[in-house]
């Protein structure tokens, strides 16, 4: 007899698990089959009963674990929901690690601080007292407390992500008469099928596995107390669940059932950790208020001076004369998201005064003096009458630049025709800003050589004021007395009303012009 029919049906079964080890190596269902069976055995044997193998059941233990989780966290959700967005919350954790005197700095940048200094104080004093704060409370925030700053918001996030899991949703799966954070109802928990369940562990893994069950929770709570003003969690009954979620977490039995429930030996949960920098965005936009409460201070502090200057000018602020370039137009620019013309308001006053004033008062005062006067010398007549003529040839250039923008010109076609192509033709845009800039431009010179011009006349007049009061010899004029019989009112009066104008039309138009450019070079 041969040595297999000896073998018999015994030797039949050991052959057949020899060749099926062999056929089962490098088949990756059969390794997978094998890791999930072995999956299986340690869930049956952990000491925590989650679930029952045989007939794939999530047993009450499961849900008692995390009832006890949501006793002690139901009171917070409400109180942190959304915390990993607020923008408060990030403030406040910033200002918690501030020492008293940094916080005093802190104090001194905000904006009801500035804007009550700034009733008071000289703009340029209080920018750079601003700014000093500002250098002083940013040089704080070293690289190591701006890790330790932002470590502390991300617990806090990671506690929220923890505390705002929804787990009414799954322990009403084991019990459907649960009510919702009434925790004087005694649950009834029951055995439920375990895939109803599985995809709520794997999301509460996510935020399990990102909470720091070591961080310093009795700072974090205080922190959290100062915030809501109230107790978020009591720290006593948060720190009993610590230890046995500790215990779960070591044993791996979430992750495992997980696993086991989804045919996947391989699967791992996804930790939400968070990595919120609060710290420069904080700092940046700090820095960004400041500077842009400074802008906005200086710009009605501006404003303010332009309506006060162009009142005495002219008994009013709103001076409309440009027909086009004027505000009309800029609304069809703001709606292209284009500066659009930026010296209207500088060429509407300066129009104003040299079509209304400048060719009645001044002609007349400074055609007396040039026609009648007896100059001691040629070089202050001629600096009078060259101030005098190029204004005369200002308000001759504004005129012109103003109808060269009209509809029917060729500059006004243009503007109107890349209006119509830029929604489709984005380089119609640059060419529109290249127009403006170049009307703004010829706007911004024709203002800058008035206000040169103007000062130069204005200069010429205080020193005729000066040499017609003397009592004794003039040095500028040696007529004056043929003068004031040829004026048709008092000259002095003339002289000083109009030296007046000048000076307030200079005051008015050195907001709008750099000043270097204004200066004698």
Partial sequence: MSPSAKAGPEGTNLVEKILSIFASIGDPDAEKKKILKAIGRDLSRSRFKFIRIKGNEALPALARFFYELYKITAPAQVLLQNAGSSASLRSFVIENHLSDDQKKFSGRLTESWILEQAKTRDLKSLAEACQSDLTTFLAFFDSERTREIDAAFNTLVAFSNFVNFDFYFLLKKFDSSLPERNFSYKPKFEAINAEYVTDDLADFLEVFLALDLD????????TLKAYRNTEIIQADSWNRILAPAAEVRRSQVLEQFVRFMKKDPYWNAQP???????????????????????????????????????????????????????EKANVVFAKKMLGGYTQVQSLNYLKAYLMDHFKKDIREIVDLLLIRGKWSTTVQSQQLSDSYHALLEV???ILTFDESLGDDTDFGTRIRSALAKSDRDKEQLKYLRTMLKDANDKAAALVTKSAV???????????????????????VIMNWKEIEGASSGDIKTQLVESYKKIYYMVQLLQNFVKKEDTEEK
Avoid at 301 to 312: F, G, H, S, T, Y
Avoid at 453 to 469: A, C, H, M, T, Y
Wanted: charged letters at 25%.
């Fill in 395 to 397: 308000s001759s250039d």
């Fill in 453 to 475: 011009n103007l000062i130069q006349l204005g200069r010429q007049l205080k020193f005729l004021i000066e040499d017609q009061v003397k009592t004794g010899r003039h040095v």
């Fill in 272 to 326: 939400r950790y968070p990595s919120e920098r609060i710290v420069e965005p904080f700092l940046q936009k700090m820095r960004t208020q400041v500077e842009t409460l400074i802008h906005k201070i200086s710009a009605e502090k501006r404003n303010a001076k332009i309506d006060e200057v162009a009142n005495q000018i002219f008994g009013t602020s709103v001076v409309v004369r440009m027909k086009y370039y004027a």
């Fill in 215 to 222: 961080a310093e929770w009795s700072q974090v709570f205080a």
